[in-house]
């Protein structure tokens, strides 16, 4: 037997498997669209009362019945719910997923009971007083605080809720009152590295969620649309 002959061609495959492993790690290649959609409550905290419901069902619902929209309108979108019925979420578990995936764009959905008839729709987002209102890019590797993960992605962010609520406002007008986006101190959205919105709805009654179904859909779309296009993706 020629074991030199053997021992080359044993080489070279390994060298072969060890190149097609690197270029998975270092560029892998992305097929799906990723969308986290955060309903919010759990199984410790039901939300905010909505008649005789509570704000953690009724999100569910939503988020649920969006998720069936786009997944049917894009063949290469997955939409992920981060609860089920009965699960409790531990603090950064929910930024932890997301990175991790990686998502592509996260969305909060919060309802709340309105006093008036005309229901209410805000856009938040996470920025801290001592954000800059463009991130800064750093020029060599270097680690980044959990609580500044959203910084590398601010201004899309900034850039997916102004075009978010202009769309809003162009559709929905009649039936919500648009709130212009707003940078908060958003405890959820920490850690969290990809574009994230917080849509939080003012209903009268439990029976009007439904009606949060169509402007969610249009973010979710909105987002899709800004983010394939700033990463030259088809």
Avoid at 36 to 60: H, K, Q
Avoid at 129 to 149: C, G, M, N, R
Avoid at 156 to 165: D, K, R, Y
Wanted: hydrophobic share 40%; aromatic share 10%; with cysteine.
């Amino acid at each position: 037997m020629n074991y030199r002959k053997t021992f080359i061609q044993i080489k070279k495959l390994s060298t072969t498997l060890l190149f097609f492993t690197l270029c998975n790690i270092c560029a892998p290649e992305r097929t799906f669209f990723t969308i986290m959609l955060d309903p919010t409550g759990d199984n410790a905290y039901a939300g905010r009362r909505i008649e005789d419901s509570y704000e953690r069902t009724l999100t569910l619902q939503i988020a649920q019945a969006a998720q069936q929209q786009i997944e049917s309108l894009y063949r290469n979108v997955r939409v992920i719910i981060t609860r089920v019925p009965g699960e409790r979420s531990e603090p950064l578990q929910n930024a932890s997923f997301a990175n991790r995936l990686p998502a592509d764009f996260y969305c909060s959905l919060n309802l709340f009971q309105a006093k008036k008839s005309n229901a209410s729709l805000f856009i938040y987002f996470l920025q801290k007083s001592t954000d800059q209102q463009v991130a800064h890019k750093a020029q060599t590797l270097s680690f980044i605080p959990y609580y500044e993960a959203h910084q590398k992605t601010l201004p899309l962010t900034q850039q997916i809720a102004a075009e978010v609520h202009s769309a809003l406002h162009q559709d929905y007008a009649r039936y919500f009152t648009i709130h212009k986006p707003l940078g908060i101190p958003y405890a959820p959205f920490i850690g969290i590295q990809c574009p994230a919105l917080c849509l939080e709805i003012g209903i009268s009654k439990k029976d009007d969620g439904a009606t949060a179904i169509a402007p969610l859909v249009t973010i979710l779309e909105k987002a899709v649309t800004l983010i394939k296009a700033q990463k030259g993706w088809s």
